[in-house]
């Protein structure tokens, strides 16, 4: 998996749109961009994945720059439930055997404040 | 649809003893994960299958065994239980084309 970075935390009011970035500077062409987030003691949740094009569904909007090299993930009216850790993730979207096991980074702290 | 499901919540054991982790999908995913997560750190990965009958070890395999007899159904037993396996257990499922993992609840394990 390419490496990503990602800023350690950030807050946004509720109710606000959350800007999450991610840098992916070395992502290859056939890599996705993924994202996950993990609420606290609960198991790692599935957000939103896109190529190129711009995503959007029913929990966020996904944003990849035209280089690919950057990507930023909005979730439209965040809640305080909202708050997680979120990981970027960038992968062939093929699952190959153990190849396919996700490798979670640091991630970023979201804190949403009522 | 109930997607990953994953019993039980909770448990103790003691050293030595035995259990069996149950882990169930219904979005008729061919592959299933287990992870365990130690406080603070990442997923690392201990078994994975790629559809019933088939399994395979993964990052830290050792003190573990999985079998997969249906597509739905990935348990995986602990022998001998160790406190170094004091950790949170996650099941995931996946479709080949997807990419996209779908976890479970976990079950937080204590070995004292």
């Known amino acids: 998996d390419a490496k990503t970075t990602q800023p350690t935390s950030m807050d946004c009011a509720e109710g606000r749109a959350a800007n999450l970035p991610c840098n992916h500077s070395?992502?290859?062409?056939?890599?996705?961009v993924y994202w996950y987030r993990q609420i606290h003691s609960q198991g790692p949740q599935y957000i939103i994945h896109?190529?190129?094009n711009n995503e959007t569904n029913e929990m966020a909007s996904l944003i990849i720059t035209e280089d690919r090299k950057s990507s930023t993930l909005i979730l439209p009216h965040a809640t305080l439930r909202d708050t997680a850790v979120y990981y970027c993730?960038?992968?062939?979207?093929?699952?190959?055997?153990?190849?396919?096991?996700?490798?979670f980074g640091k991630g970023i702290t979201l804190s949403v404040r009522p | 649809n109930a997607g990953v499901t994953q019993t039980p919540k909770f448990r103790i054991l003691k050293i030595g003893q035995s259990m069996t982790l149950q882990c169930t999908q219904d979005?008729?995913?061919?592959?299933m994960y287990w992870y365990r997560q130690d406080p603070g750190m990442g997923l690392k990965l201990i078994y994975y299958?790629?559809?019933?009958?088939?399994?395979d070890k993964g990052e830290v395999p050792n003190g573990y065994n999985v079998s997969r007899s249906t597509t739905e159904d990935f348990p995986l037993r602990l022998e001998l239980a160790a406190p170094s396996q004091t950790s949170v257990y996650f099941c995931a499922s996946s479709s080949p084309l997807a990419g996209a993992q779908f976890f479970g609840p976990g079950t937080r394990l204590t070995v004292l």
């Open positions: 299958s790629v559809g019933a009958g088939i399994t």
């Open positions: 896109g190529l190129k």
């Open positions: 070395t992502i290859s062409g056939n890599e996705y």
């Open positions: 979005m008729n995913h061919n592959y």
């Open positions: 993730i960038v992968r062939v979207a093929v699952e190959s055997g153990a190849n396919s096991k996700l490798t």
